[in-house]
Nanobody, 115 residues
């Protein structure tokens, strides 16, 4: 069983919005802070947003004010709401624990921002 499955990516025009979802195994979700990461072509993977078990949120500066992270503990699902998307947001987006667990990296979901 895959412990984390991302979905919701796609092609969107600059200024548009997307909502990413990550279905997480309950055991993992209930005891871990979770994060959304992204990796753009030719760049290292970076953490863009994290949320603790209790809901404490940290957003990376480059997406602050545009992205928000949330978790539904009843559905074991992590969300990333992305608004006012820019071309530089183009990347593969992943969810994982924070700090990340190496064996939990999945396929991610591609987000492409282009006109």
């Amino acid at each position: 069983q895959v412990p984390l499955v991302e979905s919701g990516g796609g092609l969107v025009q600059p200024g548009g919005s997307l909502r990413l979802s990550c279905a997480v195994s309950g055991r993992i979700f209930s005891i871990n802070a979770m994060g959304w990461y992204r990796q753009a072509p030719g760049k290292e993977r970076e953490l863009v947003a994290r949320i603790s078990v209790s809901g404490w949120i940290t957003i990376e500066d480059s997406v602050k004010g545009r992205f928000s992270i949330s978790r539904d503990n009843t559905k074991n699902t992590l969300y990333l709401q992305m608004n006012s998307l820019k071309s530089e947001d183009t990347a593969v987006y992943y969810c994982n624990t924070d700090p990340p667990t190496s064996q939990f990296w999945g396929q991610g979901t591609q987000v492409t921002v282009s006109s």
